[in-house]
């Protein structure tokens, strides 16, 4: 007797493989950029220069992310907004 296999299941085997390879190689280039400034964020603290270099260029890569992600400012409001509570 042949053995039937559940084509369906056969079908979404490779979508799930491929969704998974996106995911991974959107996240490289973030995962690339943190680990490459991790010096940064180890020794500019301690200098009040390097504490507003940090806030911003956590700024930017806030920014980056949302526009990244497809997300605009007027989709996702601000805390400190006064329509926001």
Do not use: Y
């Amino acid at each position: 007797m042949p053995v039937v296999h559940n084509q369906s299941m056969l079908l979404t085997q490779p979508h799930r493989l491929q969704r998974a390879v996106i995911v991974a190689l959107a996240v490289l280039p973030l995962l690339a950029i943190i680990l490459l400034s991790l010096p940064v964020w180890l020794v500019l603290p301690f200098f009040k220069e390097g504490r507003a270099f940090i806030l911003e260029l956590v700024e930017k890569m806030t920014d980056a992310l949302k526009a990244f992600i497809g997300a605009s400012k007027e989709e996702a409001p601000d805390a400190a907004s006064p329509g926001a509570q």
